[in-house]
Every structure is written in C-alpha cells, then in structure tokens.
C-alpha cells in the first residue's frame, strides 16, 4: 500500500507551492489519486527532497510572513497539550509499527524454518526450496541496504507534530494550524474568509462541527455551548486547535454581502514614510474586537470628530488585527497632513466599513493580472497576498503604473516577492509623462504602457485582470483592456480616490 499524501502536505514535504504540484499533475508528471499523491511518486519527481532542503518553502513563507507583518523568526511551538497529545500519538503508531515488524519479521523466520525442513524433500523442491530461500535473504538484505527510513517519512512525521491539517465542509478548502496558533487563526493566515465576530470566545458566530479527529480547547471562552451542541461535534473555532488531522464542517463568507458592517476603534501603531510622497498607517485593532473584511476592500478612517476620508485596507484579512494603509501626502489633503502631523502612536482612530467589491474571484481557475495606477497598489497589495495566502493562483503578475520611479513607493516589498516566489512577476512601468489631463493619460497609457501587457499576454482572454487607480485612469484602461478582447466578466476595476 503506497504511502498517500494530500496536496498540501506533499507541498510542504518537498518544498515547493501546491501551485506547483498542480502544475505537475497536470502535465502528466505526477500521477494523483483523488487529489493524493504517492510518496514513491513525489520522490519519483522531486529525488533530492530532503529533510534539511526546505529552503523553497521557507524562502516563500518568509517572504509571506514578513509582507504580513507576523513574527517570523518566533515561530511558536504548539500548545504543550497539544504538542504532548501528537507526540504521543505518533508514538503510539510507532509502536503498532513495530510490533507488526516483529510479527512479520517472525512470519518470515518460521517460513524460513519450514523451507528448511524441505531439504529432505525431492531434488526438485529441494531446488525451488533454496531459490525461495535466496529471495527472502536477498530482500532483507535490499530493505537494510535502503538505509532505513526515508527522509520523507521523518519530515512529514516531523510536519505533524509541528501542525495539523484541516479540511473545511462543504467548500473543501484546506488548511495547516500551526504553532500556538487556534483552527480560526489557521485559517486566517491561509486567506479563508471564516465566519467569526469577536476572536475571543464571547459571540459564538464561529460555531464549527467537528466531523472526524481531535480538537483541543486552548483559550478559554465566556460563550456557552449547548450540551446538545456539545454531543453534536460542535466547537468554537477561536478557542480551539487541531491536535490531529481534521474534518470540521464551517460556514464560510462567500461575497462581500456576508460580510457585516462593523465599527472598530483601532490605535496607531505606526506611521512611517513611504517615499516623498506616501505615508504608511499601521492600525491595531483590540484583540477582540477585530475588522473582518475581504481583500481588497475599504473602510472610513475618522480621526478626531471632524477628520475623516474612505482607504482601501492596504494588508490582508489573513492578519485581521494589523490594518495598513497608504495615505497619499498631497498639499492640501487635511487627512494627509492630520496624520502627518498631529495623529500620534497610540491615538485612537475610528474605523467603520468595510464596503467595495473590488474582491478576488476564488473559484476563478485563471492567472492573475493586477494592474495599479499610482496609489492603486494598496487595494492590489491586499488582494495578492490575499491570492498568495490561498496558494491556487497559477500565475500573479503586477504591473505597476507610475508618472514616477519614486512614485512606486513600495518597489522593495514587490521585488522582494518576484525573487521569493516562482509565480510571481512584477513589472513596474514609468509613465514620464502627465497622467492628469486626458490627452496625456492617452498618449501614455494606449500609446505605449498598456502595449506592453498586451506584448507579454497577447491572450488577454486567458487571464482575469484586476484593475485598481483613479476613475480618469480606470476608463481609460478599461476600454482598452475590452477592445484587446478581455472579457467583460474577467475584468475586475477598483476606484481609488
Ligand atoms: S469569534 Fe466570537 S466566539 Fe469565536
């Protein structure tokens, strides 16, 4: 029986994306068998996977980690329950291991006895006797020669202790929990949109079933569970973990109208420039009091009683508590100059929302084209990590339009990502020229810039393209990119203002 893998495992094992398996089996090189892969066959295609060769992976969730403002270098071990139950676990498999070897190693000894005893037999058995005999060595001696256990087996046993896989109903979306992390947390950080409220044990509205494998309660939570709801599977997914594999059966948003509006009083955590001409805000939410929100979407930013203006949520949902945004420093912005001047770290700031459709199109099969005009990279910024997080787009690629270089304000962080992950393309495109009249917006964009995504896509059809700047811009890239033959469906524009 050969050992079977989900995907997302055997992506972690030989360190690459499931993009890229996904890439494999469709070519034909990686045999699957209901979305598992053999781990004869992963080692078939990947030979030098080993134990200690886990850059690709790290590299990319590195890159990962430090875009999404988490704690890489303090990645947390599990819960120590946690922990204590998966070791045990595994101990206990290991120990049925080794009493089955004992068992077929005994199986074989008394057949070896038995074929012995033929040797008073007839020429003829005494022949087909000794030539079983020599295989039964000669295969002992070739699973001894093996070396023992393959260092796939150890890393994924290795991969179990550190996390556990968790399988959603009825969407069939999966996840790993890591750390110390909760099943809500886990998913999260994997770019699923999860029905929640409060984090923290009191709402209730992240009541999840429970339909194979262990969970373990790891906070503690004020929200009373029925016993009927208890006797049904049912746990809340912020006070839990995965202790083994599980099944969990969950509600999920599945558009911007299952998401509710909230109000949230968040604190500065920082600001800090980005370039001459951009400021970025980095807003903390309490712990229990968190935004949801999809990628892509905006929200209010109130400052004091009079100060206020709408911002696209420039992070991901997958770190719900740390809210940035890109804060265009113009003469004349009041918004702009409130922050620059006067908000203070700590300071409250009220944030309402979230509203706009400008979200990713999940069951889309198709790459990613993300095209940003000036500071429409921050919506697009959220969205790509969003799409990283959920690791199915094939292929993401941003062009990023400026009148500047120094206008792309955040170059650092997109070639960061282009070096780190093998999906990723990033082409930033300097205008020179005016972009705020009409005639210069169409001499610089259908005259030249917007060619280039045509020369490098001349199958536009084949992509869904996401949009994002202000609404002059967006016209103008919108007619073009339908006349090149984008369908109107796969085209999605975001306005930023
Ligand atoms: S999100 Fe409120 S109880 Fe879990």
Same mark, same amino acid.
């Given at each position: 029986?050969?050992?079977?893998?989900?995907?997302?495992?055997?992506?972690?094992?030989?360190?690459?994306?499931?993009?890229?398996?996904?890439?494999?089996?469709?070519?034909?090189?990686?045999?699957?068998?209901?979305?598992?892969?053999?781990?004869?066959?992963?080692?078939?295609?990947?030979?030098?996977?080993?134990?200690?060769?886990?850059?690709?992976?790290?590299?990319?969730?590195?890159?990962?980690?430090?875009?999404?403002?988490?704690?890489?270098?303090?990645?947390?071990?599990?819960?120590?329950?946690?922990?204590?139950?998966?070791?045990?676990?595994?101990?206990?498999?290991?120990?049925?291991?080794?009493?089955?070897?004992?068992?077929?190693?005994?199986?074989?000894?008394?057949?070896?006895?038995?074929?012995?005893?033929?040797?008073?037999?007839?020429?003829?058995?005494?022949?087909?006797?000794?030539?079983?005999?020599?295989?039964?060595?000669?295969?002992?001696?070739?699973?001894?020669?093996?070396?023992?256990?393959?260092?796939?087996?150890?890393?994924?046993?290795?991969?179990?202790?550190?996390?556990?896989?968790?399988?959603?109903?009825?969407?069939?979306?999966?996840?790993?929990?890591?750390?110390?992390?909760?099943?809500?947390?886990?998913?999260?950080?994997?770019?699923?949109?999860?029905?929640?409220?409060?984090?923290?044990?009191?709402?209730?509205?992240?009541?999840?079933?429970?339909?194979?494998?262990?969970?373990?309660?790891?906070?503690?939570?004020?929200?009373?569970?029925?016993?009927?709801?208890?006797?049904?599977?049912?746990?809340?997914?912020?006070?839990?973990?995965?202790?083994?594999?599980? /099944?969990?059966?969950?509600?999920?948003?599945?558009?911007?109208?299952? *998401?509710? !509006?909230?109000?949230?009083? %968040?604190? #500065? $955590? =920082?600001?800090?420039?980005?370039?001459?001409?951009?400021?970025?805000?980095?807003?903390?939410?309490?712990?229990?009091?968190?935004?949801?929100?999809?990628?892509?979407?905006?929200?209010?930013?109130?400052?004091?009683?009079?100060?206020?203006?709408?911002?696209?949520?420039?992070?991901?949902?997958?770190?719900?508590?740390?809210?940035?945004?890109?804060?265009?420093?113009?003469?004349?912005?009041?918004?702009?100059?409130?922050?620059?001047?006067?908000?203070?770290?700590?300071?409250?700031?009220?944030?309402?929302?979230?509203?706009?459709?400008? /979200?990713?199109?999940?069951?889309?099969?198709?790459?990613?084209?993300? *095209?940003? !005009?000036?500071?429409?990279? %921050?919506? #697009? $910024? =959220?969205?790509?990590?969003?799409?990283?997080?959920?690791?199915?787009?094939?292929?993401?690629?941003?062009?990023?339009?400026?009148?500047?270089?120094?206008?792309?304000?955040?170059?650092?962080?997109?070639?960061?990502?282009?070096?780190?992950?093998?999906?990723?393309?990033?082409?930033?495109?300097?205008?020179?020229?005016?972009?705020?009249?009409?005639?210069?917006?169409?001499?610089?964009?259908?005259?030249?810039?917007?060619?280039?995504?045509?020369?490098?896509?001349?199958?536009?059809?084949?992509?869904?393209?996401?949009?994002?700047?202000?609404?002059?811009?967006?016209?103008?890239?919108?007619?073009?990119?339908?006349?090149?033959?984008?369908?109107?469906?796969?085209?999605?524009?975001?306005?930023?203002?």
């Amino acid at each position: 029986m050969p050992q079977l893998l989900n995907l997302s495992r055997a992506a972690r094992l030989v360190g690459v994306t499931r993009v890229t398996l996904q890439k494999k089996i469709k070519a034909g090189l990686l045999p699957s068998f209901d979305g598992m892969v053999a781990a004869e066959d992963l080692l078939h295609v990947y030979p030098d996977a080993q134990l200690e060769d886990n850059t690709a992976y790290e590299r990319v969730a590195q890159i990962k980690d430090r875009a999404f403002g988490k704690r890489v270098f303090e990645r947390t071990l599990p819960d120590k329950e946690v922990l204590a139950a998966r070791v045990t676990g595994l101990a206990k498999e290991l120990s049925q291991a080794q009493s089955a070897l004992k068992q077929y190693r005994a199986v074989v000894d008394g057949l070896e006895a038995r074929l012995k005893a033929w040797d008073r037999a007839g020429e003829e058995l005494q022949a087909a006797a000794a030539s079983l005999r020599m295989w039964v060595h000669q295969e002992l001696a070739a699973g001894e020669s093996r070396g023992g256990i393959p260092n796939l087996t150890i890393q994924d046993s290795f991969l179990r202790i550190m996390a556990a896989h968790v399988k959603l109903q009825p969407s069939g979306h999966e996840f790993f929990v890591e750390g110390a992390d909760t099943l809500l947390e886990g998913a999260l950080r994997a770019g699923l949109a999860l029905n929640y409220g409060c984090s923290s044990g009191n709402c209730g509205q992240c009541k999840a079933k429970v339909i194979s494998g262990e969970v373990l309660k790891v906070r503690p939570h004020d929200y009373v569970l029925s016993e009927s709801e208890k006797a049904a599977g049912q746990v809340l997914m912020c006070s839990n973990t995965a202790v083994t594999d599980v /099944v969990i059966e969950a509600g999920e948003a599945e558009s911007t109208a299952d *998401i509710p !509006f909230q109000h949230v009083t %968040a604190h #500065v $955590k =920082s600001i800090e420039p980005l370039g001459d001409a951009m400021l970025l805000l980095h807003l903390q939410t309490p712990r229990n009091n968190r935004l949801r929100f999809l990628a892509g979407q905006n929200v209010v930013l109130q400052l004091g009683h009079s100060i206020s203006a709408e911002f696209p949520v420039a992070s991901c949902p997958c770190d719900d508590r740390n809210l940035q945004f890109h804060i265009h420093n113009t003469p004349g912005n009041l918004f702009a100059d409130y922050v620059a001047t006067r908000l203070q770290k700590g300071e409250a700031v009220a944030v309402e929302g979230p509203t706009g459709g400008f /979200v990713l199109d999940e069951d889309s099969p198709r790459p990613l084209i993300f *095209i940003a !005009f000036g500071a429409g990279f %921050a919506p #697009v $910024k =959220s969205l790509m990590e969003h799409a990283m997080a959920l690791d199915t787009a094939e292929s993401v690629q941003l062009y990023w339009i400026a009148p500047r270089e120094d206008d792309l304000y955040f170059s650092n962080w997109t070639r960061a990502w282009a070096d780190a992950l093998d999906n990723f393309i990033y082409t930033p495109l300097v205008a020179g020229g005016d972009l705020e009249t009409a005639a210069g917006r169409q001499q610089a964009l259908v005259g030249g810039l917007l060619q280039r995504i045509v020369e490098d896509h001349p199958k536009l059809g084949d992509y869904d393209v996401y949009v994002a700047g202000s609404e002059p811009l967006l016209d103008v890239a919108k007619k073009w990119l339908l006349a090149q033959g984008l369908p109107e469906a796969q085209l999605i524009a975001g306005v930023v203002r």
